[in-house]
């Protein structure tokens, strides 16, 4: 008989089942797959495969782009697609939330 998986959080019994897994960090983008979910906490575990096809999904999300300047100001350019998306115009505003050096977050506010 096969030794059942713990959950590293609560210590739980973890179920293979399917479940919706958010593919990008606050994106609100889901997809349904199959998981290891904890019986006890709720917590969720993927495998390696999965991890690595999930990343291949948020490479498509990512938008390069090149900074311009306008005045003494960088500028940076929205796709139409996600002004459209996300509603944008002219005179909104968005919010900068920096998370480290090299990253930083753009909401709309």
Known sequence: MA????CYKCDGTLERTKDKVEVLEGSGLFEETEVFKCGK???VL????????????TD????RRKLGISG??????????LQKFYGLEEEDFVEIIP???HRFIVEVA
């Open 46 to 57: 993927l495998d390696s495969d999965q991890i690595k096809a999930l990343r291949k999904k």
């Open 3 to 6: 030794k059942k998986m713990r």
């Open 41 to 43: 906490c709720g917590e």
């Open 99 to 101: 998370i480290n050096k």
């Open 60 to 63: 498509v999300l990512k938008i």
């Open 72 to 81: 003494n100001a960088l500028v940076l350019r929205i796709p139409k697609d």
